[in-house]
Structures are given as C-alpha cells and as structure tokens.
C-alpha cells in the first residue's frame, strides 16, 4: 500500500526558515496535505497542492512538490516559536477517500 | 476552530467501564472519520460513515463500537478496553467521501487503567 515517509524531528532557530520534507510512494497521488498539530489538539489543515502544481505559497509557507522524484516539502519563512508543532504530511490518490498519513515531524523552535 | 467538536476532551476508565466518545460538525458534511493517535504511530483510521452508513471498517476489535444517528453526530461507545487502547482519538469530516479536505476535531485523550 501506500507509504508516507517524514523525518520524526526538525530543530531550528527563531528568525530563520524551516524546510519540513516528505517522501511518498504512490505516483497516482493526486493530492498532498500538510495538517499541524499543536500540543493537546487535533490536526489543522495548514495547506494542501494538487498533483499537476509544483508550488504553493500562502503567506509563510511555500509547497514544493517534485512529483518525478515523489517528493513534497513545506518550508516555514521566519519561523516563530508558535510554529513549534508537528507537522504532518498526507497524500491520497484520486481513487481513494482515505489520506495516508506520516508519522509526523516534530519541529522544535528555539530562541 | 475547525467546524468539528469532541467530547470529553479526557476521559480516564477502567477496563470494565462503558463509555461513549462525542463528535459533533457544524460544517454541513456528509463524511465523518475515526482516527486513533497513538504514540510513535502513523494515524490509524478505524471507522468512516458517509451520508450515516458505515462504509470502512478497518479491522478494529468490536470493544469499540461506532454510531452515526446523522450526518452531523458520531459517536464512539467503548467497553471493556485494555491499556493499549490509550491514545487521542480524533474525529474528522469532510463534504462527502470523495471529497480530499479532511477537517479534524481536538481529539479525546482517552487512558485506560
């Protein structure tokens, strides 16, 4: 089946950019999520890109999406400590309703 | 705030307890989700209701029982859980099964004695 592949753990100084990488295995993904999740809540859907894009930016965050090479970034501009989350990278295929998911990237913020 | 609510936010239980997990969107959703979140884990699914019908149940053992009364409500009734069924369960929904935007609740952290 599908597989979702993040680096577990990120660390970075306050001011500086945050490049938060993802690795997939289906090449029939069509969509690609980054949720975060704050400690103690839920996911919160940050962005999401679709197959035939190769970048997205909203504000801070830019998508990068390498579809040859399956591969999705998140990069976080000025990086706050209130950025401090894990971050989480799911894709699906246009034939399933059901995101894969990775095991999250704990990004950690620091002065 | 996502559109979708969770209650309790913790529930502590022993393992001959009954108890039931709420879920509540106000989003107007037709696709409702359980995930369980458990430590060091990828997000497992366990159940998905799409327009009140249960349409995926992934091989969960039947100590967790899902409801939907409707399209805005699922609920979670558990009984006689073990330790390793201490997690965050999350609840999510999106506009119908095909849609891709999942939204998430904040989750129940449940712990089992």
Known sequence: GEDVEQSLFLSVREGDSSVINCTYTDSSSTYLYWYKQEPGAGLQLLTYIFSNMDMKQDQRLTVLLNKKDKHLSLRIADTQTGDSAIYFCASRSGGSYIPTFGRGTSLIVHP | ?113
């Open chain 2, 1 to 113: 705030e996502t559109g979708v609510t969770q209650t309790p936010r913790h529930l502590v239980m022993g393992m001959t307890n009954k108890k039931s997990l709420k879920c509540e969107q106000h989003l107007g959703h037709n696709a409702m989700y359980w995930y369980k979140q458990s430590a060091k884990k990828p997000l497992e699914l366990m159940f998905v209701y799409n327009f009140k019908e249960q349409t995926e149940n992934n091989s969960v053992p039947s100590r967790f029982s899902p409801e939907c009364p409707n399209s805005s409500h699922l609920f979670l009734h558990l009984h006689t859980l073990q330790p390793e069924d201490s997690a965050l369960y999350l609840c999510a929904s999106s506009q119908d099964r095909s849609t891709d935007t999942q939204y998430f609740g904040p989750g129940t952290r449940l712990t089992v004695l």
